[in-house]
């Protein structure tokens, strides 16, 4: 079965550009987050959205917004990408959104790495 | 507020002998908590999780974690490592008692075990 897929795998952009990350969960998993992992540091909760409408939102700037598609897919997007910006972004997906339901762990994509010069 | 401390940015273990990667939590709430594994270029596994019951959680790969709400710990460990289990390991806490339903994770632990 495929796991929670992240694209692209690795990314490089230069300062004040923007930036698309995606994302696809798990078949049937309807819960998608985003968390940001800068390095040395654990995963930092963005945003965490369930059947197309935003639950959550961390203590990120404005520049980070996010949505998700019919078929539970998500996109994030940065804008006026600076420095400290560059870190692991993962994204997990669940059944439920997290607070429901006892045994609702989350599973996690591989990342995509992004890198701003 | 809710917080995690990994208070061991290393820990060093010879392969075949018992591994403990330390915990502690700050909730104002009842604890959910969880341990994850990284491998490098990989996402976060999930290994185990305390809900309730028994303080001893047993998760995959061999790994249990005890709960201890008196000294708000919940240290993870293997009986005998091996050096596949060298990794990043991460533990998170959600607060059940009405606090976010976001999990908190750590800053991770890298363990190593040595041949």
């Known amino acids: 079965d495929a796991g929670v897929t992240q694209s692209p795998t690795h990314l490089i952009k230069t300062r004040g550009q923007h930036v698309t990350l995606r994302c696809s969960p798990i078949s049937g998993h309807k819960s998608v987050s985003w968390y940001q992992q800068v390095l040395g540091q654990g995963p930092q909760f963005i945003f965490q959205?369930?059947?197309?409408?935003?639950?959550g939102r961390g203590n990120f700037p404005d520049r980070f917004s996010a949505r998700q598609f019919p078929n539970y897919s998500s996109e994030l997007n940065v804008n006026a990408l600076l420095l400290g910006d560059s870190a692991l972004y993962l994204c997990a997906s669940s059944t439920l959104p997290p607070g429901q339901g006892r045994n609702n762990e989350q599973f996690f994509g591989p990342g995509t790495r992004l890198t701003v010069l | 507020a809710q917080s995690v401390a990994q208070p061991e940015d290393q820990v060093n273990v010879a392969e075949g002998n018992p591994l403990t990667v330390k915990c502690t939590y700050s909730v104002s709430g009842n604890p959910y908590l969880f341990w994850y594994v990284q491998y490098p270029n990989r996402g976060l596994q999930f290994l185990l999780k305390?809900?309730?019951?028994?303080?001893l959680v047993k998760g995959s790969y061999g790994f249990e974690a005890e709960f201890n709400k008196s000294q708000t710990s919940f240290h993870l460990k293997k009986p005998s490592a091996l050096v596949s289990d060298s990794a990043l390991y991460f533990c998170a806490v959600r607060d059940e008692g009405g606090g976010s339903y976001i999990p908190t994770f750590g800053r991770g632990t890298s363990l190593i075990v040595h041949p």
């Open positions: 305390y809900i309730t019951g028994d303080n």
């Open positions: 959205y369930y059947e197309k409408e935003e639950r």
